[in-house]
């Protein structure tokens, strides 16, 4: 079981940057593919980005590549978000994800709280 709080949203203007940290206790960090979504209000969650245990080879949605980065810190077990360029469309809550697969393919998974992020124009 990991337990992953969120921070680093707040209000900012169309073109910013920001950087959202999710720090994960309770389990060894570095056994678990992280992942960041967004919901914003009316609409479904979407996934964003997601990082191997090993740090190698992120995955992005489209609506984001290229403006977003995710990276991790085992070390600190910690996963990151940098946003680059936002735009009023990123606003939405950002929720953190972490992902445990089982030697059978099941996945159990765990999720932050959530940190608003809102970009004005």
């Known amino acids: 079981q990991v337990q992953l709080v969120e921070s680093g949203g707040g209000l900012v203007q169309a073109g910013d940057s920001l950087r959202l940290s999710c720090a994960a206790s309770g389990r060894t960090f570095s056994s678990y593919a992280m992942g960041w979504f967004r919901q914003a209000p009316g609409k479904e969650r979407e996934f964003l980005a997601a990082?191997?245990?090993?740090?190698?080879?992120?995955n992005y949605a489209d609506s984001v590549k290229g403006r977003f980065t995710i990276t991790r810190d085992n070390a600190k077990s910690t996963a990151y978000l940098q946003m680059n360029s936002l735009k009023p469309e990123d606003t939405a809550v950002y929720y953190c994800?972490?992902?445990?697969?089982?030697?059978?393919?099941?996945?159990?998974?765990?999720w932050g709280q959530g940190t608003l992020v809102t970009v004005s124009s």
């Open positions: 994800n972490a992902r445990y697969t089982t030697w059978g393919s099941l996945s159990t998974d765990a």
């Open positions: 990082i191997i245990r090993g740090g190698s080879s992120p």
